[in-house]
């Protein structure tokens, strides 16, 4: 029998007994949609967490550290590390190198060191960090008030709004466009072999004149001034890298141009060799799918690396057994659904006996009997699947709305827990279907071993 | 159909010591036991006999809806017993016609749809199918009523369906089981007398068992009388 002759018949069929049909497919729809609605809510769930995560700016970013320096995110990493003194140092030419790499857009530091802001008089401690110019991207920027950074190594600057608020308690966004002081500390180099190195405030190597190998530096007291160009309101990559914890940021190369006294130049005054280190660079990747890539070829240079990939790791871990528990907890229904379809076409088959030995009779094989009920229970499952789609569409905008409400309450934003992915429409009818046909299973057998014989006695 | 040489020279039908055992309780039914017979191409044959004679198992065995415990029924040359279930249920659905007392119409179908059931599995394409429904239903009689279930026709009309659908694939074997049994004499004689003009104009062969002997004789050109699953005589009609 050909396939649309198949499925017209089965339709017809279904739509004889319309009453007991209906019920099981409704009952096959309460099914699909307690599986969709309890998927649809783990997918909503693990978005959820991972939206915070992605405001990190953390998907396309891998962070470098060098090995000589303990100061690793993992520490078994650390411990594997036999001789971290010979680990290459992360300086100029390995930032050169990491720049080149393919996929890799941007390599920048992360600076972060301590200033003072004076203005009107008044003097302001705070953080100060370096924002590369591809941060005007980050979500963060999305509510800036006035512009974002000019060129690379402007002289401007973006506060907080928090800072600007201390700054000019009255009206912070008249700061905007008006210049304040910064003072910092700024990195001198001296000479290695300078016999008179000058005695000022600040780190100073204790020199060994002996050994030939004096190297050290000098911090400057120095002041800039600086444009305010921008204010914003959040903390730039969802507050969860070294540079969010600023309240005032410069553009990143700017930092470098005034030669900003950070932490780790103490380490490089001990490593000698007179040259400048980074404490972390952050490596930005063209395509999130390229970062393990990417993050291989670095670690080959020798160098430890992090990126979203490690701190998901365990995240994803979780939402994959959570999946699995509602992914049962939703099965359960449709399991029951699977018994309501095998129960209905037993009975389909116990009362169309006459009419399957007629079949029979007129040249159905018994191939044609088992395919015709399998349609039926495709057919019901289908209709069940979309069914039980838009069912579970109306109990997951159910859930939003109730969470909505609840966060609203609690002066929350409001958080849409439950997403109903488009791949979960196809699989939910797929599944449905495919679960009708197992269900179809025994009853269709039952029909095409049917005795023609017997069925068409006359009574 | 393979040999068309030798097929017209062939019988319709040859059975061969043909046996249909059931088992019973303990002991066994020989519903069939061991029937030897010849019909030939054309033929119009009646089976006659008691109720219990073993009449409609033959013409069951004969149908490929049941298969011989022993012995051979040889259908323009394939023996019946021989073909796997796929085989058979296409024999039934090329090669034979079934009439039945109780029509055994599809009551939730249409007369069209009853009609182009068997073309259905036929998987004959559906424009031929509309044109050969309209023949069928046209050789039988029937022109009007066509969108009508069966339970709003009269038993007379009913049989006309069941024959017409027994016409749809073409068969050439027309095997028929009480045709006569719930209609009423005059009805009853006008489906035999329809059966006889269609199977002269196609050329079928046609099997029919009855227990009415008189019907029997003015229809069939050879009576063929059962009993206890043995063939007991043989009648041929001038």
């Known amino acids: 029998m050909k396939g649309y002759d198949l499925f017209e018949l089965a339709v017809r069929n279904l739509r004889q007994s319309k009453l007991r049909n209906g019920l099981t497919t409704v009952g096959i729809s309460v099914g699909v949609a307690s599986l969709v609605a309890m998927l649809s809510l783990g997918v909503g769930l693990q978005q959820l967490a991972t939206r915070r995560l992605a405001g990190s700016g953390m998907f396309d970013t891998v962070f470098v550290t060098s090995k000589q320096d303990f100061r690793g995110f993992d520490r078994e990493d650390d411990q594997k590390t036999e001789h971290p003194e010979k680990a290459p140092v992360l300086d100029q030419p390995a930032r050169d190198q990491m720049t080149h790499l393919k996929y890799v857009t941007e390599v920048e530091p992360e600076v972060r060191v301590m200033g003072e802001i004076v203005y009107g008089g008044q003097t302001h401690f705070g953080f100060v960090t370096g924002l590369p110019m591809s941060a005007r991207e980050n979500e963060a920027f999305d509510n800036l008030q006035g512009k974002f950074f000019s060129g690379r190594a402007a002289d401007e600057v973006i506060l907080m709004n928090e800072f600007a608020k201390e700054l000019n308690p009255a009206d912070p966004k008249q700061l905007i466009g008006q210049e304040i002081t910064l003072r910092y500390g700024e990195r001198q180099a001296l000479p290695a072999d300078s016999g008179d190195r000058p005695q000022l405030s600040g780190a100073e190597t204790a020199g060994d004149s002996t050994s030939g190998d004096d190297f050290g530096f000098s911090v400057v007291r120095k002041t800039q001034a600086l444009k305010v160009v921008g204010i914003i309101q959040e903390e730039p990559y969802g507050g969860m890298r070294t540079v969010s914890r600023g309240r005032i940021f410069l553009p990143v190369d700017l930092t470098e141009k005034l030669h900003m006294a950070q932490f780790i130049d103490m380490r490089s005054s001990l490593r000698g060799g007179g040259g400048k280190s980074y404490m972390t660079l952050t490596v930005r990747v063209k395509d999130p799918g390229k970062v393990a890539e990417v993050q291989d070829a670095i670690n080959k240079m020798g160098f430890r690396t992090f990126s979203i990939l490690d701190a998901t790791k365990s995240l994803r871990r979780f939402f994959t057994v959570l999946d699995l528990f509602l992914g049962i907890f939703g099965s359960l229904a449709l399991a029951v659904a699977t018994l309501a379809i095998i129960n209905t076409l037993v009975m389909a088959v116990l009362e169309r006996r006459r009419e399957i030995g007629v079949m029979k009779a007129i040249g159905a094989s018994d191939g044609d009997v088992k395919r015709l009920f399998f349609a039926e229970a495709g057919a019901m499952g289908f209709f069940g699947g979309i069914l039980g789609i838009v069912l579970g569409f109306a109990i997951g905008k159910a859930i939003n709305v109730g969470t909505g409400i609840y966060l609203h309450r609690h002066q929350l934003p409001a958080e849409a827990v439950w997403i109903l992915p488009p791949w979960l429409i196809g699989a939910a009818i797929v599944f449905s279907i495919a679960v009708s046909l197992v269900a179809g299973l025994y009853p269709a057998s039952r029909a095409a071993r049917l005795d023609p014989v017997q069925t068409l006695k006359y009574e | ?238």
């Open chain 2, 1 to 238: 159909m393979s040999f068309p040489t030798t097929a017209d020279t062939q019988p319709a039908v040859r059975a061969e010591k043909l046996c249909r055992y059931y088992p019973m309780g303990g002991g066994v039914i020989r519903a069939v036991d061991g029937v030897s017979l010849t019909i030939d191409r054309g033929e119009f044959v009646a089976l006659l006999g008691q109720s219990g004679s073993g009449k409609s198992t033959l013409l069951n065995l004969l149908a490929g809806l049941d298969r011989p415990t022993s012995g051979s029924v040889l259908v323009q040359g394939r023996d019946l017993a021989r073909l796997t279930s796929e085989e058979l249920a296409r024999y039934r659905r090329n090669d034979v016609g079934m009439v039945f007392q109780a029509f055994h119409l599809i009551p939730s179908m249409t007369i069209t749809e009853n009609v182009e059931l068997p073309m259905r599995f036929a998987e004959v394409e559906r424009a031929e199918r509309a044109k050969r429904v309209r023949q069928s239903l046209e050789q039988v009689g029937l022109g009007h009523r066509l969108e009508h279930r069966p339970s709003e026709l009269s038993g007379g009309e009913q049989q006309r369906v069941s024959l017409a659908r027994a016409l749809a694939n073409r068969p050439q074997l027309l095997l028929a089981d009480e045709p006569t049994g719930n209609l009423d004499s005059r009805t009853g004689e006008d489906i035999l007398n329809l059966i006889r003009d269609v199977s002269l104009s196609l050329g079928m062969t046609v099997v029919m068992v009855t227990h009415e002997r008189a019907l029997a004789e003015r229809f069939a050109q050879r009576l063929i009388f059962l009993g206890d699953g043995k063939l007991v005589s043989q009648e041929t009609l001038a």
